[in-house]
């Protein structure tokens, strides 16, 4: 048995995958399975897989089921101790899996690792070097924009993206897989912020490096990715956050969603935003529902969540969006 399962999820992205398994067919670390799921593509994606990739596991859905669930599916037949889920539109480092290895083994506290991805396009910038989650209820990428050579210590962060992360398959057995009513974007937020309520740390290894195409499947600020993101950060934010900090800082969580309504509106997407939230009220008991849940397998107390979200609301978003 493999010690890490590697799971890349794939939809219509026939022309990035040759580029990614070659990446991850070079790792220096060679203990890992890989596994392509495969959201019902029409573009001869499993085919090429097989012929170009012959051992290579391929988990083909009959129709796209989403991020969350296609990502679950994998992780339901993989086998090893511990889980890396990667993008399709990645090319990873030599050492990824390898340091990404190392630093999950290396405490048993660590429950999940997050890697330093750096943009595809541009080498001087990076993507994410891992997740923050804002104390205004808002998830948002820690380092975007800034300069490759920054972020180079290993250190706790609030969660990593699901884009190019591992994770302890027994950390999942006990808080759940990804949330599959999020179907895309934020579902790695809510992961985090559940392992992080359950007592689970993440350690950012920004050796782990992998240069990412960003969003080349959805495409940026599409009707998607806005109606989605903004639905799913409502229930992120409803589902974790607990009754103290959201008595504590509920007025900057509106404020920042009138500032969103504002810049989404600008730009052309301001009814993707609106019915965003109107689907979240409308489903506002099922999310109460699961929040109860949530709140009764927590570990720990407000002062410590207090400590790894950041008092930033607006900068590091804006700056993404620029």
Not at 109 to 117: D, Q, W
Not at 189 to 196: E, K, V
Not at 197 to 210: F, R, T
């Amino acid at each position: 048995m493999k010690q890490v399962s590697v799971i890349v999820l794939n939809w219509n992205g026939k022309r990035l995958l040759e580029e990614c398994f070659d990446a991850l067919c070079k790792q220096s670390f060679n203990d890992f399975e890989t596994i392509l799921v495969d959201n019902g593509s029409k573009d001869g994606s499993v085919e090429f897989i097989k012929k170009k990739f012959p051992k290579i596991k391929i988990l083909a859905l009959p129709k796209n089921v989403g991020f969350a669930r296609g990502n679950n599916e994998g992780i339901k037949i993989a086998k090893g101790e511990y889980i890396a889920l990667l993008n399709n539109d990645t090319k990873v480092s030599p050492d990824w899996l390898k340091e990404l290895y190392q630093g999950i083994t290396s405490d048993a506290r660590i429950g999940f690792c997050a890697s330093k991805m750096i943009f595809y396009s541009n080498r001087g910038k990076i993507d994410t070097a891992g997740d923050s989650y804002s104390r205004c209820g808002a998830p948002f990428k820690r380092g975007c924009r800034e300069g490759a050579d920054k972020y180079n210590v290993m250190e706790k962060v609030f969660g990593a993206c699901a884009g190019a992360a591992i994770y302890r398959k027994s950390m999942l057995d006990d808080i759940g897989l990804l949330d599959e009513d999020f179907f895309l974007g934020f579902e790695d937020s809510d992961l985090s912020f559940r392992a992080q309520l359950a007592g689970y740390e993440c350690l950012y290894i920004p050796k782990a490096v992998v240069f990412h195409k960003v969003s080349a499947t959805i495409g940026k600020t599409s009707k998607s990715q806005v109606y989605y993101g903004q639905r799913n950060l409502e229930y992120v934010y409803f589902k974790n956050m607990t009754a103290g900090l959201m008595r504590k800082y509920f007025f900057s969580h509106l404020v920042y969603n009138l500032v969103a309504f504002v810049y989404f509106t600008i730009k052309g997407r301001g009814w993707d935003f609106c019915k965003a939230k109107l689907f979240f009220l409308v489903n506002f008991g099922k999310i109460m529902k699961k929040r109860i849940i949530v709140q009764k397998s927590r570990r720990v107390k407000d002062q410590y969540l207090d400590k790894v979200m950041e008092g930033d609301c607006f900068k590091s978003r804006i700056k993404a969006k620029l």
